[in-house]
């Protein structure tokens, strides 16, 4: 199984002085404008290497911000910006090891905010993506959800992030069913 993990390297992490580049522009030719990316953007399924052409991963993904990179261990987001172009494709000046620390130390720090949000009067919304309920008590390894049908004593692991907050798997008429026994 993956750990997943969002991980924004900074920008300030330039590849040109450490990985091959594309040739510069002929005399004459057009100068990209300041701050443009000049290396082609990794593309599903292409290979990352570290800056000593050994393997990091693979491009699991991209939306034109960021790549996945697949290590095998972990998934990161990787914004474009901090890919260079090598002899071998893309490349990232970050070991696999490196990149798969980080990710997992961004993992973390997701995993604690998210925890900071369990708690009491904290609002948690429904799959739907409307109110079902507060947070009553956070006691131990398990949320008390207070609910307009009573409350529903759940284990943390029932809850997650969301867009808007805490937010539990299930609509608020699948969690009153779920109270109900039915």
Same mark, same amino acid.
Do not use: H
């Given at each position: ?17 450490n990985a091959q580049t594309a040739p510069a522009p002929q005399a004459g030719a057009a100068a990209p404008a300041a701050g443009a990316a000049t ?20 491009i699991a993904s991209t939306d034109g911000t960021n790549a996945v990179v697949d290590t095998g261990t972990v998934k990161a987001a990787v914004p474009?910006? $901090?890919? @260079?172009?090598?002899?071998? +494709?893309? &490349?990232?000046? #970050? /070991?696999? !090891?490196? %990149?798969? *620390? =980080? ?54 692991? $029932?809850? @997650?992030?969301?867009?808007? +907050?805490? &937010?539990?798997? #299930? /609509?608020? !008429?699948? %969690?009153? *069913? =779920?109270?109900?026994?039915?």
């Amino acid at each position: 199984m993956y750990r997943t993990a969002f991980l924004l390297l900074a920008a300030a992490t330039p590849l040109a002085a450490n990985a091959q580049t594309a040739p510069a522009p002929q005399a004459g030719a057009a100068a990209p404008a300041a701050g443009a990316a000049t290396a082609a953007a990794p593309t599903v399924g292409a290979t990352v290497v570290d800056t000593q052409g050994n393997t990091v991963g693979t491009i699991a993904s991209t939306d034109g911000t960021n790549a996945v990179v697949d290590t095998g261990t972990v998934k990161a987001a990787v914004p474009l910006s $901090s890919f @260079g172009t090598g002899a071998k +494709g893309p &490349t990232l000046a #970050m /070991t696999k !090891a490196e %990149l798969e *620390a =980080a990710a997992g130390q961004g993992a973390a720090q997701a995993a604690a905010q998210f925890q900071s949000q369990l708690t009491t009067g904290a609002t948690v919304y429904g799959a739907g993506g409307t109110s079902v309920g507060t947070i009553k008590a956070v006691e131990g390894e398990f949320v008390t959800l207070t609910t307009p049908k009573g409350d529903a004593r759940l284990p943390k692991g $029932s809850f @997650g992030p969301g867009p808007q +907050g805490v &937010t539990i798997g #299930m /609509t608020a !008429a699948q %969690l009153d *069913a =779920a109270m109900a026994g039915k």
